[in-house]
């Protein structure tokens, strides 16, 4: 047991270390694929890793994205496997893991599932456990099992994305982390790693932004991952808890939007309209007090200007926004 010990080695730098399970789950298009591979491709590059020794199975691609990747691959050394391909098939994933445990060849070797629902039921109780023990098995001879998996659709009541399936991957696992995006602008977005579990020096929290601009290159997009220094990630949090809440009311801000935009901007008739529209009276006041603002921001969707008797009236907020400019308008109705 001392000699397949492991030395406290990062196959992904601060998240998953050698000799360990990871679980990492993200809603599809945060950048989970992408993040991986570029902190993968760190750690070779720094020689904390050696490529032969990692088996990256993309079992959850497009042929154009797998022949990519695969070009990355070859680029950096490590191996990249999918389904289909050279004689290699999910349904005997298993089989292949334990046939390097009985040969005593697992110790030192990297797996990476990309994605894990790919060879096993995550909703099914019995198979999640019968895959996690094999795993666990896996990592007892010294080898390194990291899972990439999706999230539930739906946030929980804090805003948070939860993990898809039963608890017995995570229960089973050494360290999980939860991936979600932050902000997002037409060039860039910035996504934030959350541990909620782990065994090792981990990070708690990391932070990276990478470029989403149209037509670029799968090298292009892999050379713009940059790692966000901690005052960022602070910020990245409370942008977070405001991209959920603006998820949870998108609704409601699209049903006050579409009455601003046809003139229903005094409050009677903008309620009006949202009640017609199936939004209730509370929920549309509501959302009129949480997104109002003097300047177009993640949380900030229209201004209100006050008549009398207190009445009130919402217009839009742009870019090009000024106070003149808005009691101008009101004031001349």
Not at 44 to 51: C, F, L, Y
Not at 147 to 173: I, L
């Amino acid at each position: 047991m001392r000699e397949k010990m492991l030395n406290d080695t990062f196959v992904l730098d601060n998240i998953a270390i050698l000799g360990q399970a990871t679980a990492i789950y993200a809603k599809p298009n945060t950048g989970k694929t992408l993040l991986v591979l570029w902190m993968l491709i760190e750690s070779i590059k720094a020689k904390r890793v050696k490529g032969e020794n990692v088996f990256y199975i993309n079992a959850d691609d497009t042929y154009k994205g797998l022949v990519t990747k695969l070009e990355i691959a070859e680029r950096y050394g490590f191996q990249m496997i999918a389904p289909s391909h050279g004689g290699f098939e999910t349904n005997q994933f298993q089989s292949y893991i334990r046939k390097m445990i009985d040969e005593n060849s697992a110790h030192g070797k990297v797996i990476i599932l990309d994605t894990v629902k790919k060879f096993t039921d995550l909703m099914d109780k019995k198979q999640a456990t019968n895959f996690m023990k094999i795993g666990r098995e896996f990592i007892s001879s010294g080898g390194t099992l990291i899972m990439m998996a999706h999230t539930n659709k739906n946030r929980d009541a804090d805003g948070k994305v939860v993990f898809a399936g039963t608890s017995d991957v995570v229960d089973d696992c050494d360290c999980a982390f939860i991936l979600d995006e932050v902000t997002k602008t037409d060039f860039k977005k910035q996504v934030l790693f959350e541990n909620f579990k782990s065994r090792g020096d981990v990070m708690r929290e990391l932070s990276f932004s990478y470029s989403i601009t149209e037509k670029q290159s799968y090298k292009d997009l892999i050379d713009s991952v940059q790692s966000v220094d901690v005052a960022t990630i602070e910020q990245a949090k409370k942008e977070k808890v405001i991209t959920a809440k603006v998820e949870k009311d998108a609704v409601a801000i699209e049903i006050i939007t579409d009455a601003i935009n046809q003139g229903h901007n005094k409050q009677p008739d903008l309620l009006s309209y949202a009640k017609n529209a199936g939004l209730s009276d509370a929920k549309c006041r509501k959302a009129l007090k949480d997104y109002e603002g003097e300047k177009l921001s993640s949380s900030s969707f229209w201004r209100v200007v006050h008549g009398d008797k207190n009445a009130k009236s919402y217009y839009l907020l742009t870019n090009n926004d000024n106070s003149a400019r808005y009691y101008e308008s009101a004031k001349n109705g």
